[in-house]
């Protein structure tokens, strides 16, 4: 007898809260009065799967995913449908920002059942026993524009489920198979080497779009990683060997001011918006992410750095302040996400007539909307994204303005339509705290607070910090992944590689110790729980985590760094500090693991890439000595910290104050001489002899940030 779906004749299906009530992720929260019977997962559903033999419906989404939304309010709000997945399925939702490990594992059998397509949400049909047999994304409620209807493919599940159970068994089992092969690291370790750095620019720039800025086609993404692996290679290589930098330059310059002058960038309150529909980054989708900001505000810090330029200074400084106004929480910590609707519609909060802007603006409005494309057409639905189709400075010249005057009026009609648009209904945001996402926004922040010399920024960047460490780990110490109201969740890898970075960097803005203590205390449980102690690398997750189907390394790319490519980083850039051999071996043993999956994936392993250009990359470490902290050392430090040196690393000693525990090694016999600010330089463990004087130390620096070895061949940096 075949299952069948009626959609005239059903039930009442009563609108009360199912499980999810007692959920505190806001996007479990948001299906809580579905009439679906869901689940979160957890012990209860997996058993119950088993106990009544029923196969699992598992739809897995995030707070912000407007096709989550419109599957959401399509099929799970109907009677109907809800009715035939109570009788015939467990339902179980997950928030894939809380259990990336679940959606991981689920996306990878679902891309390979649909030859490589996927996204969200993601819909997986499991066997009681978690194997998948089935999955898609967004279905419609019924067929539609040639896709099945979600009614269709219940009612076709379920009958397979019941009269071909060897058969779905037989899939399942393949797939999980698959899955185990494909997931487990293949090739042997690998030397690394500057071939994988120039393979790697060769096909970013084959791919790269050097019209619009970015890379491939629409939909556009940022590529913040790609680009800060382009900025370090730019400073690497002289032009013609073997790559020109000049054109490197070109390729971060151009995506960076696509981006900044497109609507993917609010220009009224700061921030990215998700990706662009478009190919020249006019209409975002309009979701904001904190991992995206975080990292695209390290990317235009780390530009300004190396290009000298006071526009990628604004922008950072304008997405910063986004993630300081708009996404932090009272307690310090900082949200997941804004969502692309309100009110029901997409980007309506970001959107503009022209009526309402030249009321709004008087006088000003005329020339506000020639230099932000506004029109009285509209460029998105009658309605307009503020863009700006080229740069002030060449609007200046063309109109015959005075560039600073027509800043100055922007400036003050921004302000005045960011005060009307705060009166309007904000999109809905996920207030969870994620330990991985925060660690980027600490590192962001702490980055920033050394470049501009901020000491807001640190601050913010230590309170976030703070908030992590006293409220994000169990009794243990071990880390946990999310917070909102409670902690819970055991953490992945990213969650300590990325939180090690993002202490190191802190400790390098404010020279606080106790950052590299913490650090220590974090690299001892990375290792001790996700290294692979025989065939090298890390594991997403901790032996103890309950993960279905496969364990894992972590190596490629998404929307965030690798987990793998950041132990890297950390590891080298805290071996570095601490002077620790064991920690180095182990970064560069986590490379040389990568070493095969890079020749394979390299443009989604930049994070991976940029840790082999600092192994392969002379590095030192700059003690500076001084015989009490009077602040010039520190300013000293600072000034080299605003040029484009990522290949030092300092650490700051007072011989009237104890020296951290996790920094002996390095400070170890290194006081003022004196009573002079001292400098040890120090290379591969080896430190020349020591420069006394200011004067001494900054001719010194500067000549080391001037003129790099790589690879034992000088280089000489030409001034920007």
Not at 303 to 324: G, H, M, P, V, W
Not at 347 to 356: A, C, I, L, M, P
Not at 651 to 675: C, H, M, W, Y
Request: charged share 20%; aromatic share 10%.
């Amino acid at each position: 007898m075949t299952a069948r779906l009626d959609h005239h004749l059903f039930p009442i299906v009563a609108k009360m809260p199912n499980r999810l009530a007692a959920e505190s992720s806001p996007y479990l929260l948001q299906h809580a009065n579905n009439p679906v019977d869901w689940f979160p997962w957890n012990d209860e559903a997996l058993a119950r799967a088993k106990t009544d033999d029923k196969p699992i419906f598992l739809s897995i989404g995030y707070a912000a995913c407007h096709w989550c939304h419109v599957m959401e309010h399509e099929s799970f709000e109907n009677p109907a449908i809800a009715d035939f997945l109570n009788r015939h399925f467990i339902c179980i939702k997950v928030d894939r920002e809380e259990r990336p490990d679940l959606d991981h594992i689920y996306m990878q059998a679902v891309m390979a059942l649909r030859g490589g397509q996927g996204g969200w949400p993601l819909s997986a049909f499991l066997t009681p026993d978690q194997e998948i047999f089935f999955g898609g994304t967004y279905w419609p409620p019924t067929s539609r524009q040639g896709m099945p209807g979600f009614d269709h493919v219940l009612s076709r599940v379920a009958d397979a489920f019941r009269d071909r159970r060897e058969e779905i068994t037989s899939q399942a089992n393949a797939v999980s198979e698959h899955l185990r092969q494909s997931l487990a690291l293949n090739g042997p370790s690998q030397a690394a080497d500057d071939s994988l750095l120039t393979g790697a620019v060769r096909i970013l720039e084959k791919h790269f779009d050097f019209h619009n800025g970015g890379f491939g086609s629409a939909p556009k993404f940022p590529h913040p990683m790609d680009l800060s692996l382009l900025t370090r290679l730019q400073a690497r290589w002289p032009d013609g060997d073997p790559m020109p930098s000049s054109r490197l330059r070109k390729m971060v310059e151009l995506n960076l001011a696509h981006m900044a002058h497109g609507g993917i960038f609010d220009h009224l309150g700061g921030g990215f918006a998700r990706y662009s529909v478009d190919a020249d980054w006019l209409v975002p989708h309009f979701e904001k992410m904190l991992y995206d900001n975080a990292l695209l505000a390290a990317t235009y810090v780390d530009a300004c750095r190396a290009f000298e330029s006071e526009f990628y200074s604004l922008i950072a400084r304008k997405t910063l302040d986004y993630l300081q106004r708009d996404m932090r929480d009272s307690a310090g910590g900082f949200h997941s996400s804004e969502d692309a609707d309100s009110e029901g519609e997409e980007g309506k909060f970001y959107v503009w007539s022209q009526t309402e802007i030249l009321k709004t603006l008087g006088a000003d409005g005329p020339l506000f909307c020639e230099l932000y494309g506004v029109t009285a057409a509209g460029n998105f639905e009658r309605h307009n994204i503020l863009n700006l189709p080229e740069s002030m400075e060449d609007f200046s010249k063309k109109k015959g303005l005075v560039s600073s005057q027509l800043r100055a009026m922007a400036r003050t009609a921004r302000q005045k339509l960011l005060q009307i648009r705060s009166g309007r209904i904000r999109p809905g945001k996920d207030d969870k705290v994620l330990v991985n996402w925060n660690a980027l926004a600490i590192d962001a922040f702490a980055k920033a607070a050394s470049v501009f010399d901020s000491n807001e920024y640190l601050a913010i960047a230590t309170e976030c910090a703070e908030f992590v460490w006293n409220n994000l780990r169990d009794s243990t110490g071990r880390l946990l992944h999310v917070y909102r109201g409670t902690a819970k969740q055991p953490a992945f890898l990213d969650d300590y590689s990325f939180l090690i970075n993002a202490f190191v960097s802190l400790y390098q803005s404010g020279w606080d110790g106790h950052w590299i203590e913490r650090c220590h205390l974090l690299a001892q449980q990375m290792i001790a729980d996700f290294a692979d102690p025989v065939d090298d690398g890390f594991f997403y997750t901790a032996p103890h985590a309950a993960t279905p189907i496969a364990r894992w390394k972590d190596q490629h790319d998404s929307s965030i760094p690798s987990g793998n490519s950041m132990a890297a980083v950390s590891l080298l850039r805290l071996g570095l500090l601490c002077q620790n051999e064991n920690w180095l071996d182990l970064g560069r043993r986590t490379i040389e693991r990568s070493v095969s999956v890079i020749q394979l994936s390299p443009a989604a392993a930049a994070q991976m890439l940029i840790s082999v250009e600092m192994l392969l990359d002379e590095r030192f470490l700059v003690v500076l000595s001084s015989p009490t902290d009077d602040g010039a050392v520190k300013a000293l430090a600072r000034k080299f910290q605003r040029r484009w040196s990522p290949h030092l690393e300092f650490v700051i000693r007072f011989d009237d104050q104890p020296a951290a525990n996790g920094l002996s090694n390095a400070t170890a016999e290194k006081s003022s001489i004196n009573g002079q600010p001292t400098a040890y330089i120090c290379e591969s463990f080896t430190c020349r002899a020591p420069i006394v004087g200011l004067t001494a130390i900054e001719s010194t620096l500067e000549k080391l940030v001037t003129t790099r070895r790589i690879l034992g061949n000088p280089i000489a940096i030409k001034s920007k």
